[in-house]
């Protein structure tokens, strides 16, 4: 099996008001965009080239919004990534830009 293009623990994943896991994870693997609960499970599923990433101005660095299959997930995605030590962009443009790369649409 091939290695995932993104991948993202610890996540936040929500819909609407509702918080669907507070522990979960976000990959991209094999073109698909995959949303896990904090013990493998599914909560949803599209290929990349259906999903809309975005990193809207009004929200803290840390989050995103992803539309999957009509939903919209508000991610939080910010204990991840800079690395300790590191310097590097806010999580939230990091997953914003694998969604883009993997569905071809550049940066």
């Known amino acids: ?4 293009e993104f991948t993202a623990r610890g996540v936040r ?3 609407g008001l509702r918080s669907l896991t507070r ?3 976000v990959r991209i693997n ?3 965009l995959e949303l896990l609960t904090s013990y493998g ?3 949803d ?3 990349v ?4 990433a975005s990193k809207p101005w009004f929200v803290p660095d840390d989050r995103a919004l992803a539309d999957l299959n009509g939903r919209r997930y508000l991610l939080t995605l910010g204990e991840n ?10 999580a939230a443009r990091t997953f914003v830009e694998a969604v883009r790369r993997a569905a071809g649409r550049g940066h």
């Open 23 to 25: 522990a979960g994870q």
């Open 13 to 15: 994943i929500g819909n």
């Open 41 to 43: 499970s599914e909560i």
């Open 49 to 52: 080239q259906a999903v809309r």
């Open 81 to 90: 990534d800079p690395a300790p030590g590191g310097s590097g962009p806010p």
């Open 1 to 4: 099996m091939a290695e995932p």
């Open 45 to 47: 599923s599209a290929p």
């Open 30 to 32: 094999d073109g698909r």
